[in-house]
């Protein structure tokens, strides 16, 4: 970490949802605490009882669909035995005095990223990254296709024991729900405020500052420089038409996030000749991730436009993108009971950590 970020304590406002802060508080890094340990690496290719790995087919529930077949996959995708949500009603809904309950319909499916058990998503090649997405924006598309009840569907990958993975095997899973996400709610309405009050589309007025936006701000007292804010400061990958960035107001010291340079609001509608490009930007910000945090535990989830009524007015003012949090600490009390993400790593600091890695 450089001199001049040691002593950094402020509140950063996220841009997108202006209700959500961070408390960037660099100096705090150097307290002792307990991180999250590096994933102990499983280079395995096969294990004999994982119910993931190819020739265990029959340990897991019949198979809903595979790329590119199901009988020669790469790509599997199945039932979750212990669903959060189900296709069968339990006619739970009803409401007493304040209290509402809405029926947990829904649906959860596993999607078995590759047959070797022990692979980072990194360690990928990009034809299969692309062939997995192509996966999660196939099923997406025929579950909103199938169930009018459906309301958002949500892909996520939990990767780590930190991170929620109960299976080391690599996989990622997809759950639909008859509601929209509170996080979700936050960023289309504020996305849509802001558009329509400038006219224009918030994500690619961020991207636009990062590509060109540069300023040095002084010290009012002293005139010292105090901060320098440097073209492309944010930029951890960029290909032909997907950014990665690092967030100015990271709710997690190493989140990045992954978005099209092109209007796009729904993921379901991304192009098979656009998929290598964003699976070549996530494959090297993935490495760059691991090389200087060393085997990270994450979580990344995909947030696209809810098919949904309400929100088909958000076409022009939102864009689909991916969200990559990996788990280097423990939230405390303080996170847990203010609402407020704390960060001990400058954003800026990060960034540079991960632009710096030669791939």
């Known amino acids: 970490m450089s001199d001049e970020n040691q002593g950094i304590r402020e509140i950063r406002i996220n841009p997108i949802v202006p209700s959500e802060s961070v408390l960037v508080s660099t100096a705090r890094g150097l307290r002792p605490r307990k991180e999250e340990a590096p994933v102990e690496r499983d280079i395995r290719e ?72 022990g692979i980072r998503v990194s360690e990928m090649d990009v034809e299969h990254i692309a062939g997995m997405f192509s996966m999660f924006r196939d099923r997406m598309q025929e579950i909103y296709a199938s169930d009018d009840r459906i309301k958002y569907v949500l892909v996520f990958k939990n990767f780590g024991a930190a991170a929620g993975a109960s299976i080391a095997h690599s996989h990622s899973q997809i759950v639909a729900m008859p509601v929209v996400p509170e996080n979700v709610v936050n960023e289309l309405n504020s996305t849509r405020q802001y558009y329509q009050k400038y006219n224009q589309n918030i994500f690619h007025t961020l991207i636009d500052e990062a590509l060109t936006f540069e300023a040095t701000i002084y010290d009012r007292q002293s005139g010292e420089v105090w901060r320098k804010i440097n073209v492309g400061q944010y930029i951890i990958q960029r290909g032909e038409y997907f950014i990665a960035v690092k967030p100015f107001a990271s ?81 405390t009390g303080f996170e847990l009971g203010s609402g407020l993400f704390v960060s001990t790593v400058s954003p800026e600091d990060a960034a540079e950590q991960l632009r710096s890695v030669s791939l």
């Open 46 to 117: 096969h294990v004999e009882k994982c119910p993931f790995c190819t020739g265990n087919e029959g340990m897991t529930p019949a198979t809903i669909a595979a790329w590119p077949t199901p009988t020669d996959w790469k790509v599997r995708v199945v039932e979750n035995l212990f669903p959060v949500l189900s296709p069968q009603q339990s006619g739970n809904a009803l409401n007493f005095g304040l209290q509402k309950v809405i029926d947990g319909y829904g649906r959860h499916e596993v999607v078995i990223d590759h047959r070797n058990h």
């Open 251 to 331: 709710r997690f010291e190493w989140e990045v996030q992954i978005l099209p340079l092109f209007d796009q609001a729904d993921f379901i509608e991304i192009k098979d000749e656009h998929l290598n490009d964003f699976a070549t930007v996530l494959k090297h910000t993935m490495q760059r991730l691991n090389h200087v945090l060393g085997g990270v535990q994450y979580n990344f989830f995909l947030h696209s436009l809810p098919h949904s009524p309400e929100w088909q007015d958000c076409v022009e003012s939102y864009v689909w993108h991916l969200e990559i949090c990996p788990r280097t600490s423990i939230p």
